[in-house]
Nanobody, 121 residues
Framework: QVQLVESGGGLVQAGGSLRLSCAASGRTFASFAMGWFRQAPGKEREFVAGISWSGGSTDYEDSVKGRFTISRDNAKKMVYLQMNSLKPEDTAAYYC??????????????WGQGTQVTVSS
């Protein structure tokens, strides 16, 4: 069992940066792959970025490659999403998620409550 709490969202101008944080609880955090998803109003939730349990592998949705960076600190049970060069189309609620499936299988079992990111033009 893993509980996830996101923070770090807010309002930023286009071209700006934000860093989202996800605090996890649970003894088996280090065994989970972690991911970030987002959902804009009227749209389906979409995958943004993922990171393997060791942090050695990462995966990004095409539109954020080169702008977003996912990282984790297993000792602190934290996952981060550094978002640079933000665009208005990045506006969404962002969710942290944990996956007990093998790396590469985007099946996530635990979810946080979300944090809102709004990018103004």
């Amino acid at each position: 069992q893993v509980q996830l709490v996101e923070s770090g969202g807010g309002l930023v101008q286009a071209g700006g940066s934000l860093r989202l944080s996800c605090a996890a609880s649970g003894r088996t955090f280090a065994s989970f792959a972690m991911g970030w998803f987002r959902q804009a109003p009227g749209k389906e939730r979409e995958f943004v970025a993922g990171i393997s349990w060791s942090g050695g592998s990462t995966d990004y949705e095409d539109s954020v490659k080169g702008r977003f960076t996912i990282s984790r600190d297993n000792a602190k049970k934290m996952v981060y999403l550094q978002m640079n060069s933000l665009k208005p189309e990045d506006t969404a609620a962002y969710y942290c998620a944990a996956s007990g499936s093998p790396w590469g299988v985007r099946k996530y079992d635990y979810w946080g409550q979300g944090t809102q990111v709004t990018v103004s033009s």
